[in-house]
């Protein structure tokens, strides 16, 4: 992958239930193994959550219809930071993420896929950079399924604040819609109406399936054995 800037930051946050992930970022967005995403944006919204503000949890819904089966061995989620912030060694600095499916009937939260939490002490957000969250184990998304991702921040601290790109209203780039609560409820993940057409800027990589890079690797070598006779 093209990275000007790679800020790898191992998680050591230990929660029953709940991965410990990596996240990185670019200058640039990926564009390799990107298998699900939209790129245009216009417009941004806040994950916050300081002891002054409402909780800002954010995320969006991707409907059955935007997959084409080839969403397989999932291995991470970028994100645009819009406009980031200066995040303290000190202190508690975890983002969660949570990925599962999605009721478009009710606009609910069900089944999880995976739930990752990531220690981003010390780290600058920095704006317009894309991020990497890394998942510990790969997964894979059924075509005929609807998805949601969220995130959030797990404690309230005043550097908690970073706006997200999202598109505004500028057609429908992906199917499914930003979706966000403001609430101070601490359930996780949550429940929200999408909005059309304001998907959040985001990108879905996966990796080779072992199989595939087993074959690939007995191609090279016979290739290499034939060159040799």
């Not at 200066?86 to 606009?107: A, C, F, K, Q, R």
């Not at 991020?131 to 991702?149: H, I």
């Amino acid at each position: 992958m093209k990275m000007s800037v790679l800020l790898a930051l191992a998680l050591v946050v230990a929660v029953s239930g709940v991965q410990a992930g990596t996240i990185f970022g670019s200058a640039t967005a990926p564009d390799e193994q990107i298998v699900l995403g939209q790129a245009l944006s216009g417009a941004v919204g806040s994950v916050d959550r300081t002891t002054t503000n409402r909780y800002r949890k954010m995320g969006q819904t991707i409907e059955s219809t935007a997959l084409d089966g080839d969403e397989v061995n999932i291995s991470a989620l970028y994100v645009q930071v819009q406009t980031g912030n200066v995040i303290p060694v000190s202190g508690t600095h975890v983002v969660e993420l949570w990925v599962g499916e999605w009721d478009i009937v009710n606009n609910t939260a069900g089944a999880t896929l995976v739930q990752e939490q990531y220690d981003v002490s010390g780290l600058t957000f920095e704006d317009g950079f894309f991020y990497g969250l890394n998942f510990t184990n790969p997964f894979s998304l059924d075509q005929n399924k609807d998805y949601a991702f969220q995130l959030w921040w797990t404690t309230d601290d005043p550097s908690h604040v970073v706006q997200l790109a999202r598109a505004n209203g500028q057609g429908a780039g992906i199917d499914g819609g930003f979706i966000y609560d403001t609430s101070t409820a601490t359930d996780f993940p949550f429940d929200a109406v999408p909005a059309p057409n304001q998907d959040l800027v985001f990108y879905v990589q996966s990796v080779p399936e072992p199989s595939s890079a087993v074959l690939m690797g007995m191609g090279a070598l016979a290739l290499v054995m034939n060159r040799r006779r």
